[in-house]
């Protein structure tokens, strides 16, 4: 059974940084496409940031390049979202999510994983 667990979500203020985690059960990362999404209110969820599994090939949507990082230690089935410069507008519930066999790109733009954690609340507040 696959498992995704999020962690290190929290109120920040803005400019300030925070670091999620994904601590993954059941599933090979080295075999698996996997990444970040989030959902504000109102508005659709979005693919963040993925990373493939074969290659460690990295995508992220434009509105957070050069701001976030996205990094996984197949070791110890983690994955990470180093997110610095926040601002209000990433304000949301931040998901992980994953399938297999797919490129970092792919499972971003169509947000279609397999499996999905519960999500972690992110808000960017002064």
């Known amino acids: 059974q696959v498992q995704l667990v999020e962690s290190g979500g929290g109120l920040v203020q803005p400019g300030g940084s925070l670091r999620l985690s994904c601590e993954a059960s059941?599933?090979?990362?080295?075999?698996?496409?996997i990444g970040w999404f989030r959902q504000a209110p109102g508005k659709e969820r979005e693919g963040v940031s993925c990373i493939s599994g074969s290659d460690g090939d990295t995508y992220y949507a434009v509105s957070v390049r050069g701001r976030f990082t996205i990094s996984r230690d197949n070791a110890k089935s983690t994955m990470y979202l180093e997110m610095n410069s926040l601002a209000p507008g990433d304000t949301a519930v931040y998901y992980c999510?994953?399938?297999?066999?797919?490129?970092?790109?792919?499972?971003?733009?169509?947000?279609?994983?397999?499996?999905w954690g519960q999500g972690t609340q992110v808000t960017v507040s002064s």
């Open positions: 999510a994953a399938r297999p066999r797919t490129t970092s790109q792919a499972l971003c733009i169509s947000r279609r994983g397999d499996y």
């Open positions: 059941g599933l090979a990362l080295d075999d698996s496409g």
